[in-house]
């Protein structure tokens, strides 16, 4: 599966997303480009944007677009509170569809 870390999300978890193809907002060319035009651009080539943004699901309706949104929710959007949530994420990528939002929230 084709990911896209947004701006917002660290660049450090590109390893931890095993089993996928992972890039980040600079390496797509993307930079600068905000919901609408960045899911509009996402979406011809990535199948999941992975944010940290919590508002981008009631910003944009996202069944305009070919893409999914996995939004990681932590208490701050750093490396060593992200990274525990990787394992879920993982599982979450197995099933999720296109179009949908999912949540991957810290307990």
Do not use: W
């Amino acid at each position: 599966m084709n990911l896209l870390l947004d701006e917002c999300v660290t660049n450090y978890l590109k390893p931890d997303l095993v089993g996928h193809t992972v890039s980040t907002i600079d390496e797509a060319g993307f930079k600068g480009l905000k919901n609408g035009k960045l899911l509009a651009a996402a979406s011809t080539e990535f199948d999941v944007l992975i944010t940290v943004d919590q508002n981008l699901r009631f910003q944009q309706n996202i069944k305009n677009f070919d893409i999914s949104i996995l939004v990681f929710r932590a208490g701050r959007s750093t490396y060593p509170y992200l990274k525990p949530l990787v394992p879920r994420a993982l599982e979450e990528l197995e099933s999720i569809a296109p179009c949908d939002i999912v949540i991957v929230a810290s307990t």
